[in-house]
């Protein structure tokens, strides 16, 4: 080696020891479907032999016989599981070929990654800094406060969209981003905001709409996660609480609120990645949200909270398989929100309550905010059915949001008209 080489070795080094990022190389997402007890036994004790990260459903213990499940497999492990599954003669089919490729697409290039923009997956101190100045700039309409501090200090921040009024408004809250590597929901936020300011005084429905009520968003609920998405492990789904008495980091928000909390669908193995917490609302970001929920609970008259992937317009509940209070009045809003989601592009909803469409998964903010009173309480999982997954292109993001919005407008439309 020439010094010169040595110089440029170190270096190399040095930039590999300083970037923590966790890389996905040779990884790959596989969708199986299971016919069979023994496929799904299989898919059980592969999970406990091997990590294997389950993107839908969340975790082993929910996978049954006749649905998809889409799994991420580290290299290392892909000769073993060919080989079982070929075993088995379960159907398998290979989402995503290598991992890293498909985190290296997702972002579009254009236009300058370096500042904010709706048609990207912003990172959080961009996503605060849009905060700030889009508050500042429309203050008639529109106002920011905070509602606690995370886990590693962050500010949890709501945009408050409506005019002023002296009078307190009914209105809606709807919250992106519980689970971090969700990113396609968080960008949904953002939009909306610039929606709802850009088209108040000339779409007739969302003025009346602001005029009447008022629109709270939540535009990353889970902001210690999506800040280590963006900074660390793209694949990351929790918080980044750490206790001591375990090595593992974080709890699953949408397991961890008081709704049949760690009765069903949640694990209290402080591993897994749909661990329900120490105890209901042991999250911080859990108990912000829900203080401030609770504070306002006569106000609210909607809950809304977006999540991806598998297009879904979810309802009460998933704690239970009992029927909620409301139920046909829940489905026929879902139905007519996944009507008008369906034709813009054509992209295909289904709607049901969460236990019997997907899963039971018990520890929900849909649960929780309807036990709580507000009747009008629904889940998104936006784009798509597996074919990005997580990792929705950019070039996605705007007609996924523009038909995410004529869901969210029929559903505010309706509430607004049953006040
Ligand atoms: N994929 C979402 C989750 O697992 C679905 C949420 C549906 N609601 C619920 N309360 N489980 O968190
Ligand atoms: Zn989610």
Redesign the pocket.
């Known amino acids: 080696l020439t010094p010169n080489m040595k110089v440029l070795l170190l270096f190399g080094l040095v930039a590999v020891a300083l970037c923590d990022h966790t890389r996905f190389e040779g990884e790959k997402v596989f969708r199986l479907k299971p016919v069979l007890d023994e496929h799904v036994t299989l898919i059980k004790e592969l999970a406990k032999s091997i990590e294997v990260d389950f993107w839908r459903p ?1 975790s082993a213990k929910l996978v049954t016989i006749d649905i998809d499940v889409d799994i991420r497999v580290p290299a290392i492990y892909l000769d073993m599981v060919y080989t079982l599954l070929q075993q088995s003669d379960m159907e398998l089919e290979v989402l995503i070929e290598d991992l890293q490729s498909a985190v290296e697409a997702e972002a579009d290039l254009r236009p300058s990654p370096r500042a904010h923009s709706y048609t990207k997956y912003n990172s959080f101190d961009k996503v605060q800094s849009w905060i700030a100045s889009i508050s500042t700039s429309n203050s008639d309409l529109i106002s920011k406060q905070t509602i606690g501090k995370s886990y590693e200090g962050r500010p949890m921040t709501v945009l408050k969209l409506g005019k002023k009024s002296s009078s307190t408004k009914p209105a809606i809250f709807m919250d992106c981003g519980i ?1 971090a590597r969700e990113w396609i929901s968080p960008a949904f936020c953002q939009w909306f905001v610039k929606e709802a300011l850009s088209t108040y005084g000339s779409d007739s429905q969302m003025t009346s709409l602001l005029n009447e009520m008022d629109v709270y968003v939540l535009p990353v609920f889970n902001v210690d996660g999506y800040d280590f998405t963006h900074n660390s492990n793209r694949m990351w789904r929790k918080t980044r609480s750490r206790k001591s008495g375990s090595s593992c980091i974080g709890a ?1 928000p ?2 961890n609120f008081d ?1 049949g909390w760690c009765s069903m ?1 949640a694990s209290n193995n402080p591993c897994s990645d749909t661990f329900c917490g120490y105890s209901p609302e042991s999250e911080i970001e859990v108990q912000n949200v829900a203080n401030f929920i609770r504070k306002n609970r006569s106000v609210f008259k909607a809950y809304l909270t977006v ?1 991806s992937y ?1 297009q879904l317009l ?1 309802f009460p509940y ?2 239970s398989y009992q029927l909620a209070a409301d139920h046909s009045e829940l489905m026929k809003v879902a139905e007519g929100a996944s009507a008008a989601l369906r034709s813009l592009y054509g992209t295909r909803y289904t709607s049901g309550p ?1 236990a019997t469409t ?1 899963y039971p ?7 929780w905010a309807y036990d709580l009173g507000v009747k009008y309480s629904y ?1 998104f ?1 936006l784009r798509d059915t597996g074919r990005y997954g997580f990792l929705l292109p950019e070039s996605q993001i705007k007609p996924t949001c523009e038909e995410t919005m004529l869901a969210v407008k029929y559903i505010a439309a309706y509430v607004q008209k049953n006040l």
């Open positions: 969340e689970h699953d949408n397991r709704a669908g999540h598998s979810l998933s704690y969460g997907i998964a018990a520890g929900g903010s849909d649960d889940t999982e």
